[in-house]
Every structure is written in C-alpha cells, then in structure tokens.
C-alpha cells in the first residue's frame, strides 16, 4: 500500500484516497476479487489504475463503450502511465503495435470491448500475456433487469474460468439489489469482498415538473439557471432528439445531436465537440453517455421519463462530477407513462422481465409524484437510508401544495367504469366537462351520470389528476388497445369513500431558488477570476495542439487552486491537488510563467 499511496501522490496529485478507495486497492493488489459501487465521480478508475500499475503484468479494462477509450487512454498517458486500447476504428498496423507492446510488457493498462475481448483468438493471446487484473467497467451491463443489459458481459464469467488467478474488480454506479446479486451470480464473483459507498450526489439537486410546454420549460431553465454552460437533454425518440436540437440552435444555443440513427463519424465528431469545448449541449437519446468523463457538465435534463430509476440515477450522475452544484431536471407527462408501458408489454421479452420492468416503471412513476424529499425516496430505492429532507430538491426548496383530492379522483375513476373501460384520457375529460361532440352523442354517453359532473376543474387540470391516478397504480392503461382506461384493484377502498387521497396541485407558488451558473460563481473570488481564465485560455491550447479534452491537462478545481495559491516553484505546484510529477514536468512552467504575469 506504500507503493500505491506513492503512486496517487506523484503520478495523480492526489494527497489522500477518498471513501473506500484505500480498502478497494488494498483488496486487488492483495489478489482478491472485489465488487465496489460507487457513485459516479467518486473516483472508481483509481480503484484499479494504481493496483494495476503496483501488480505485476498488464491490467486488462473491459469498457462497453469504444467511443471514450481514446480519451481515456490520452488521460492516462498525460500522467506518463503506459495505457492503449484495442477496437474496431484502428487499423491493422495500430493494434499490431498495441498486441506487441503488451507483449513486451510495456502496457500498466489496456483498455478493450467485451466482443473483442471473448474472441478465441484474444484470450489465446492473453493466456500468453503476464495479467495484473481485469476490470469490469460498468457491470450493472450484465444484469438483464438493468437499463444497459449488454448479453456479451454475460460471458465474462469465463475470464475466471479461464485465468483463476487474476483478480476482477466489477465497478457500477447504479444497482439495486437484484443487480447486485445478479452481477456477483453471472461473474461468478461468490468469493468477491463487497464495498458499497453512499449513492447520494450532494451537489445535484433534483427538479421534476408536470409537463405543460416542455420547450419553453426547459428554455426557461436553460437561461435562468445555466446559461452558456454543458449541459446534456435526453429524448425519448431520433425525431425529438434532432427537433429539440435545431430548436436549441435557433434559440442561440450551440446544440448537437446524438442517437444511433447518425453516421458514425457524425455521432463521433458531436460527442468529441461536446467533450473538448465550452458549453455545448448535447441532445441525445440513452445511446448516449455512459462512461462520459466531462467534469463540468452542470446539467441533465430531461423531456421524457426514463424507464427506470436505474436509469434516471445513471443518466442525471453525468452532471457536476467535479462536484459543484450541477442540476438534475425533468419534465414529463401522461403520454410518456403510455409510451413506455406499450414499449414495454409489446416487446418480446418473457413475461416475468415485463413484470420487473413494470415494476421500475412504477418505481420511476412514484418518484415524480412525491411530496416530500426526492433524495430520500432516491436513495432508499438503493437501500440507503437518508435520515433528514436533503434540502436540494424542489420538494424541499418549494413544498408543493396538496388538495384533498378524493371526491375528484371518484369521478376520474367513475367516468372510465361507466364508460365501460374503453376510452382514453381526452374522452373522459370530455365527459366530465359535459362537452357536446359527435363522438359523445354517438356513444349516448351524454345520458350518463357522471356526464357534466367535473365542472369545478379544467381541462388541463382533469388531465393532471388522471395521470397522478395512473401513476400511483389506481387506474391502468390498456397498451394492447387504445390507451383506454382500466380500473385497478387498488381503487376499491377509494370509490368506496374507505381513505382520503391527497394529491399535489399542479401549480407551484413560488419560484425557485436559482443556482448559480459559471464557475466564477461558486468555486473562486473575484481576486483570482482574470487569473484562472487565464489559465483556462492556456489549457486550451495545450488541449488543441495535442488534439485532447482541456479537462485531460487539468480539471478545472486544478485550475483553481492555482490561482487561488499562485504556485511560483516547482515544489509549490506539485503541492496543487491534481499535479502529478509527469504534468509538473510537462506543463509546471508554462503555468508558472502565466500565473507570474498576474502576480
């Protein structure tokens, strides 16, 4: 451990191991198999990087996404450790020289697809090789009742098979219990030491909204919370990812599309603007992002709801992994709730898949419903228990108001029974609100009881309430049809006047807190601001001419203990969180002499 404690000091910058990093390392260099979950930004690369550089032989990393290994690998060799990858963009020369350099024992780390990985003719090569670890990047992959199930990590479990005496170190963000078991069962990793850190993202706070015009809600936020920031949108859809994008460009934004139906250098050259310039926002569907390593993206956003909590946990841990105030913001509405439940019942999958699916679904569902702290619902759904409101999301920040909304839901729910079950939402509220239509004439449906009974709500407001009583389980949506309502079991007790239902009003009061936006804001002072820009203009022309993200020279909290200390030698730099002996020699008087000129 001296030597790994070594390496973190002179080759990261780093003074300490955070959290359960210390015990992680301890474990695979000591030749155990380990299964650590962390959120993300909690520093899990570290977690094998060092053991792999204190072992002997090469630490093999198996990544999903082949897109992010060249900047993973630019990150590594900064700090002058000897990393390459193997995928399907080099050409034959290329990994001709990566299998030699492992060969000769040159590599401390290699990073490679799982496809490639399980050839016979890689494994035949590695059963040549000295081998330090595997590393199972992102292993909720092998869960088939997670939200990123990938069948080829389901054979992993023969690189112990194959190799039982290399270490694995299996590392996710996000997986509930099931997940956990399942990894552990399909890996074959019975004998793994198990480290769970807390879930929770302090930094982010959590908005979710009824969608009423989602373009213009989200425009709002975008320019009173974060303008000109990074910032990620997901869709649900390729349409609405490019409709959303150009929107976003005519409004002044610069905004990039991302989804599997765009040529592969298009998808590679929007995510390599997205990761190497200043605030650019990417509107994606969920092919995008796992294992993005963009330490500034201050915002996720989302216009649909995601299918699980899995999900929304992965998708919205991609902003503030620096740890600054970074925001998590949804808006959603009736129409996603029936997308994904017919997605769902009209895939080929067995039933009990569906089942569980149904049951995230629900989960995800409850989440945007909540009264109280989303934080905490959030972290329980993990089983961590969060003994106080966290005070950084909207339920805290703006209590929602709630109306007793029994006699309300009574009539939601009598209008789809009377109704024979056979209508979807618009037509109820037609009901409800007694408007003539032919449709209604048709059906003799105006001869009915609860015909002209909602008058005392609107439109929009009869709508919200059925999509809270979709959402809290007391009505079904029949995918197999139209959308039509169906009763659930769970609505007896409440027809019959046996409990009270109290809803959220759909309208909030107040507004909300706003957060500040731009570094300057929260991490510096105003004394030190015209030097770290400066430092940021050198950063960035250091990243260009070596063609790599400026966040791979420094971070920007580097940055900023540099002009807050003003380092003047080389021995004061090196006491800067995040210079490492191999940066210090590179780049410590370039930033000296600029941050001499500001002295």
Not at 157 to 181: C, G, N, W, Y
Not at 196 to 213: G, V
Not at 266 to 272: F, H, I, L, M, V
């Amino acid at each position: 451990m001296q030597q790994a404690r070594d390496i973190l000091q002179k080759v990261f910058g780093y003074d300490n191991f955070r959290l359960n990093q210390a015990d992680i390392v301890n474990a695979v260099i000591r030749g155990n198999d380990v299964l650590a979950l962390m959120p993300t930004g909690g520093g899990k690369s570290l977690c094998y990087q060092i053991p792999a550089m204190v072992r002997d032989g090469t630490g093999i990393i198996v990544s999903p996404l082949i897109a992010l290994m060249q900047d993973q690998v630019d990150a590594l060799r900064q700090l002058g450790i000897g990393a390459a990858f193997l995928n399907a963009t080099q050409d034959y020369r290329t990994r001709m020289q990566v299998t030699n350099d492992l060969k000769a024992g040159e590599l401390d780390l290699l990073y490679i697809a799982p496809e490639r990985l399980l050839t016979e003719q890689m494994l035949d090569f590695l059963d040549r090789a000295r081998l330090a670890l595997f590393a199972i990047d992102e292993a909720h992959c092998v869960s088939q009742w997670g939200h990123d199930f990938r069948k080829e990590y389901q054979r992993l479990s023969q690189l112990h098979e194959r190799f039982p005496k290399v270490p694995r170190i299996a590392m996710t963000a996000t997986a509930d219990q099931r997940t956990r078991e399942e990894i552990i069962e399909q890996l074959n990793l019975h004998g793994a030491t198990v480290y769970i850190n807390s879930f929770d993202r302090p930094n982010i706070r959590y908005t979710i909204n009824e969608q009423a015009n989602a373009r213009e809600q989200l425009l709002r936020f975008i320019r009173l919370e974060h303008e000109a920031s990074a910032g990620i949108v997901y869709c649900l859809s390729r349409y609405k990812v490019e409709d959303i994008a150009a929107w976003l460009c005519m409004e002044g934004y610069i905004a990039l599309p991302y989804h599997a139906g765009l040529a592969d250098e298009d998808r590679q050259r929007n995510q390599q603007r997205f990761l190497r310039e200043d605030g650019i926002i990417i509107v994606a569907t969920i092919a995008f992002g796992m294992g993005i390593d963009k330490p500034d993206v201050r915002f996720v956003a989302h216009l649909n709801l995601p299918k699980s909590i899995e999900a929304y946990y992965q998708e919205t841990g991609r902003a503030g992994r620096d740890g600054q105030p970074a925001s998590a913001w949804m808006s959603y509405g009736l129409q996603d709730v029936i997308k994904l439940r017919q997605m769902t019942q009209d895939s080929d999958a067995d039933e009990q898949y569906k089942r569980v699916s149904h049951y995230k679904l629900e989960s995800m569902l409850g989440l945007c419903e909540l009264t109280n702290c989303r934080r905490q619902t959030l972290l329980g759904y993990f089983g961590e228990k969060l003994h106080q409101p966290c005070g950084n999301c909207d339920n805290c920040l703006n209590p929602p108001q709630t109306w007793d909304a029994t006699k309300a839901a009574q009539k939601a729910i009598s209008a789809a029974y009377r109704t024979g079950q056979l209508f979807g939402v618009n037509y109820l509220v037609d009901i409800l609100l007694g408007r003539e239509n032919a449709r209604i004439k048709q059906n003799r449906h105006h001869h009915l009881q609860v015909y002209g009974i909602g008058t005392e709500l609107n439109n929009v407001a009869w709508r919200g309430l059925y999509r809270q009583l979709i959402a809290l389980g007391y009505l079904n949506v029949d995918t197999a049809g139209h959308g039509s309502l169906r009763l659930a079991e769970k609505c007896r007790p409440l027809l019959r006047g046996e409990i009270n239902l109290a809803l959220r009003k759909l309208e909030r009061t107040k507004k909300m807190a706003r957060i500040k936006s731009g570094v300057a804001d929260s991490r510096i002072s105003a004394r030190d601001t015209k030097l770290f820009e400066a430092l940021r203009v050198l950063r960035l022309e250091l990243a260009k001419k070596q063609g790599v993200p400026p966040y791979v020279i420094f971070h920007d909290s580097t940055l900023i203990a540099m002009a807050s200390k003003r380092p003047d030698t080389s021995d004061a730099m090196r006491s800067i969180s995040g210079v490492g002996e191999a940066k210090l020699k590179r780049y410590g008087r370039a930033f000296m002499r600029v941050i001499e000129q500001h002295l």
